[in-house]
């Protein structure tokens, strides 16, 4: 199984981007949990947001109201919709899936200008 993430890129502060994650030789109903990390310059990864099968959703507080995360059960693929964008949501951004066994993807860059 493999996590393929895409859909980074250079955007102005206000702007919006859409992450995917799609996966590649398994079945997406097959993780119990999936989710988006980042990891800002020079700084510890951190934890974005997650998905369960049942659909609940959380969010870290520096995100939250502004992105959302969804999946596509038809397209094998996970989402992160990210709005309103601020330069300290600039990073690598990886997806993560959890089956018991934990995946990752590789990174995907962020980059937020002022």
């Known amino acids: 199984v493999q996590l393929q993430a895409s859909g980074g890129g250079l955007v102005q502060a206000g702007g919006s981007l859409t992450l995917s994650c799609t996966v590649v030789?398994?079945?997406?109903?097959?993780?119990?949990?999936m989710g988006w990390y980042r990891q800002p310059l020079e700084k510890q990864q951190e934890w974005v947001a997650h998905?369960?099968?049942?659909?609940?959703?959380l969010y870290a507080n520096s995100v939250k109201g502004r992105f959302t995360i969804s999946e596509d059960n038809a397209k094998n693929t996970m989402y992160l919709q990210m709005n309103n964008l601020k330069p300290e949501d600039t990073g690598v951004y990886y997806c993560?899936?959890?089956?018991?066994?934990?995946?990752w993807g590789r990174g995907t860059e962020v980059t937020v200008s002022s």
């Open positions: 030789s398994g079945n997406i109903a097959s993780f119990k949990l």
């Open positions: 998905i369960n099968r049942d659909g609940d959703t």
């Open positions: 993560w899936a959890r089956s018991p066994d934990n995946y």
